[in-house]
């Protein structure tokens, strides 16, 4: 068996592809009109209670209980291309972790919950960069030297 993808539910299936093609730079995959498939495994559906054959009134908007998270290695550059979305309704401030990594999270136009983390890698190099030795770097982060070499290496 094997993982395909996500589907989430879209009111406007247009309006939801040109905000994750624009804002995150996702390539659709396949275009079925109502149904959208990007390459990294993400789909949108418009109609959503008629695929699953349920109520409209079933499918709910903020669940709140599910995240699509996305990491970016310019992350302050990210933070600025948001700020040309007005409309964003954001879930707070920009935060860091305590093992570094700096993530914001907001609602998509439909209510979903986005969270884009700064990567990985470019945490361990901020750190490095910082003075840190690859001991204490594993330390903060609770990851082992040899995970965190992993990451440096991929």
Request: glycine share 6%; charged share 30%; proline share 1%.
């Amino acid at each position: 068996m094997k993982h395909v993808c996500m589907l989430i539910s879209v009111a406007d299936i247009n309006a939801a592809r040109k905000f994750y093609e624009d804002l995150f730079g996702l390539e659709v995959f396949q275009d079925y009109g109502r149904n959208i498939a990007f390459t990294c495994g993400l789909a949108l559906q418009q109609d959503f209670d008629w695929l699953v054959d349920l109520p409209k009134e079933k499918i709910l908007k903020k669940s709140n209980n599910a995240e699509i998270v996305f990491e970016e290695q310019d992350f302050d550059g990210f933070l600025n291309k948001l700020k040309h979305y007005p409309d964003i309704e954001y879930l707070g401030e920009v935060i860091e972790h305590s093992w570094g990594q700096r993530v914001i999270r907001f609602y998509d136009l439909d209510g979903h919950i986005i969270e884009v983390g700064e990567d990985m890698k470019m945490v361990i190099k901020r750190f490095l960069a910082s003075g840190m030795t690859m001991e204490e770097v594993s330390v903060t982060m609770g990851a082992s030297i040899e995970d965190l070499a992993k990451l440096l290496n991929s």
